[in-house]
């Protein structure tokens, strides 16, 4: 983005989609990463979307969807998990700053799943407050063990649906945006090795692209 409009829903979705293939292709623009941004967006931030992703090192939001500043609301937390300073933030994101477009980021080989799932399959207790995550994560765990889900993959896939789901029953303020069409949450699994971004779920997103082909 190098101006002040706002895209549509769809559209900030394609521009982080092509973002992140130009990542994995190993053809990054680096876009709004010099001088003339920083001053640029200095008087004000217009992101064209709130990233909550988990706090993993490899997970730096800027860099795998080829973006830089002002591009994005960044929030993150070992696992994803939420509390009412992230759902404060997202909020802040979507309705002060007008971001049209909210993404819920998990990836594979997540610490916090897999210190979840020995949690409730062999008992072992966390120290701390890593029990606090733990607590947070165990639905989407108990959940994907209801449906049969054992494959790493799958039991991410189920922890971003809860997390979009989550941000939505519990932020009326969200709800009423993707509700009215000027918001839309959507869920991205990452693979670490590739780099790539892969669709889980969309609310008030009519995904256009075969999750298949991101």
Do not use: W
């Not at 165990?138 to 889900?149: H, I, K, N, Q």
């Amino acid at each position: 983005m190098t101006d002040t409009s706002m895209p549509t829903p769809a559209q900030a979705f394609e521009m982080l989609l092509a973002g992140n293939q130009r990542f994995v292709s190993g053809t990054p623009e680096h876009p709004n990463q010099d001088a003339a941004r920083r001053s640029e967006i200095a008087p004000a931030q217009n992101p064209f979307a709130v990233l909550f992703g988990c706090s993993d090192s490899r997970l730096a939001a800027e860099i795998i969807f080829d973006r830089g500043l002002g591009d994005l609301f960044v929030v993150r937390t070992a696992g994803h998990v939420t509390g009412p300073e992230v759902l404060g933030s997202i909020e802040y994101g979507a309705s002060v700053l007008n971001c049209p477009l909210v993404v819920v980021l998990g990836h594979d080989s997540c610490g916090a799943v897999a210190a979840t799932r020995a949690a409730v399959e062999d008992g072992v207790a966390a120290p701390g407050y890593v029990r606090d995550v733990i607590e947070r994560v165990t639905p989407s765990v108990l959940a994907a063990r209801a449906a049969g889900l054992t494959e790493d993959s799958d039991v991410i896939a189920e922890h971003v649906r809860h997390t979009v789901d989550l941000l939505l029953d519990r932020s009326r303020v969200l709800a009423e945006q993707v509700k009215a069409g000027r918001t839309a949450v959507v869920g991205l699994s990452y693979r670490l090795a590739d780099g790539s971004a892969h669709l889980v779920t969309t609310r008030g997103l009519e995904a256009t692209v075969d999750s298949a082909s991101l």
